[in-house]
Each structure stands twice: as C-alpha cells, then as structure tokens.
C-alpha cells in the first residue's frame, strides 16, 4: 500500500444535491479528520447548488478525490463520470457499476439472473394495480423507492389500507416505487474492503427494520460481530456477499446488505457502493474486528483509487 505521503492533494467531495446531503457531510467530516491524522494533504470539497464542481474541481488541483458523497448524483454514476473526464482519480466503483447499483430493480434482476436468492418484487408505477401487488407478494410487504439510499422512503406494509401512503412515500423521493415480499429473519451486513470481506454484522434495530431514524437519529440500535457463530454459515454469508458485490463490477469499497432467513437462506436486499462512513457506521465496526481502526480504514480504501 502506497504511504501516507504519496497521494498528493486530496479532495474530500461531500455534501451534494440529494436527500442525503446531511449524511454525507458527516461521512465527508470523518473522512478529512482521518486524512488529516495521517498527516496527508486534504481539502473539504462542500458540493452545493452555489457552485460548479467542474470549476471547482479543477481549481483545487486535486490528485484524488475521496468521494464522500450519498444519493443522486454522488452514488449514481454521474460524479464518477465528471472525474473520468476530468482524469481525476476516484475512490469506489466506477461510471457503470454505481448506476447500476443505484437502482435496486436492476440490481434485484442482475442477483435473479445469476442465481442469488433476493425478496421477489413488483413495480409500482403511477396507476399500479393495488390488489396485483398484495396478491403477488402478499402481507406484510415493503415499499421502497427504487434509487435512493440511507433507507430514505422505506415502509414495511402491513394491511392494505397501508399500501396508498406508503407508495407516495417513496414516490415522494423520485425514483419511481417497487414493492418486494417481506422476509423475517436476521438483518446481515458485510463490508467489503478492497477484495476482501470482513465480518458480518447482525443488525438488531429497536424500530421495525433497520430504517433512517435507526441509522442517524437514536442510535440504540445493537449490532453483533460476526453476525453468527457458525464458522461455516459466516464464510457463506461473506462468500455470497462478495460474489454479489463483484457481479456488479464494483471496486475499492462497498457493503451487501440482507436477510437470513430462519432457514438460514441468505436473501440480498442491497449493494450499497458508498456506503456510510463515520467512527460510527458498520464498514469501522467490522474493521475494528480484525485489527483496522477508522483512519487505516480510510487509508485502505483511498489507495484503491483509480480513473474507470
């Protein structure tokens, strides 16, 4: 691994134009405080509506950019695609595979079609069939939009009369809306470090699922390292996420997100490209396990970078 004094100057992009701007800068924050105890050269890259980032990447003279960024336009490709021009080398994957996996549709039909078990779905577009969807997935279902993140729009449906609040709730974060059958079981996350797994998380949220307030707001949510206590069950758990992560192509970091049912069938719900990133967030929680605390983790995924 390349050492702290050889990556040049590094822009922490943060912020962005989506819902998840707050997230991000707290990401951004974490990350330029590691960078900094690291002694390497570091500038906060605040991405708002008050600048041109093309302008403005060009005149910090950036020899890589961490993104820092969640949600559209960060996560989805399209950052990506300016650095590639812009030959600015990146952290994460690349143009292709952040559009892809922003969309949970097209990442549910990419795990199906290679053989990966994940909740079985329906498309909820404006005038959807309500009885359709009840009767294809049955009660209790979820709704979530189909491109957004930090479980922003999510609701676990329970009857019917539910089902019309619900998909104007996701709606709402314009993305268009599925729907996709609900299954019980353990709430299981694995990071993934460069080509490597690290230990799976059991999430045991105080709220229904593991939904945005879980996440940012109360923070009294539990979480177990590894997940199980089968040696066995944990390296399929991990060889599964990682086989879905690189089905997409992704590169240098990432999280695979799912549920393991009682039969213990692990079921994928997301790949997460940039996921969170604070002392906080499940990558660190992982790491912690097996040696790596916070700013060696930042130093592991910044050395990955590289132009798509």
């Known amino acids: 691994m390349k050492d702290n004094y050889s990556f040049g100057r590094v822009g922490v ?61 960060g996560e989805d490709g399209n950052i990506q695609a300016i650095l590639n021009n812009l030959n600015i080398p990146y952290t994460g994957s690349g143009v292709k595979s ?11 039909r990419l795990l199906i079609s290679n053989g990966l078990d994940t909740p079985s779905f329906v498309l909820m577009p404006e005038g959807y069939n309500q009885s359709l969807v009840i009767k294809e997935l049955g009660l209790p279902l979820v709704v979530k939009p189909i491109a957004d993140g930090s479980s922003r729009g999510v609701t676990i449906v329970h009857t019917e009369d539910e089902l019309e609040s619900s998909w104007f709730t996701a709606y709402k974060c314009g993305s268009g809306v599925f729907a996709e059958k609900m299954i ?46 089968s040696s066995i069950l944990e390296n399929s758990i991990q060889s599964q996420c990682l086989e879905a992560y690189q089905l997409g192509n992704c590169r240098g970091w990432g999280r695979v997100d799912g549920i393991l049912d009682d039969h213990k069938r692990l079921h994928i719900i997301d790949i997460n490209t940039i996921p969170g990133l604070t002392s906080t967030s499940l990558i660190p929680r992982a790491a912690s396990k097996v040696g790596l605390d916070f700013d060696s983790v930042i130093i592991k995924i910044l050395s990955t970078a590289r132009i798509d």
Request: proline residues 2%.
């Open 98 to 108: 952040s559009a892809m996996m922003m969309d949970k549709v097209v990442t549910k």
């Open 13 to 73: 992009l943060m912020g962005g134009l989506s819902l998840e701007r707050e997230v991000s800068l707290d990401t951004g924050d974490a990350v330029y405080r590691a960078l900094v105890n690291k002694k390497i050269d570091a500038i906060k890259i605040d991405w708002n509506d008050k600048i041109n980032i093309v302008k403005t990447l060009l005149e910090c003279e950036l020899d890589i950019v961490f993104i820092a960024l969640h949600g559209g336009g």
């Open 184 to 229: 019980r079981g353990l709430e299981v996350s694995v990071s993934i470090l460069g080509d490597r797994t690290l230990p799976s998380i059991n999430i045991i949220s105080s709220h229904e699922f593991y939904d945005y307030s879980s996440k940012y707001i109360s923070h009294d949510s539990k979480y177990i390292v590894p997940a199980v206590e």
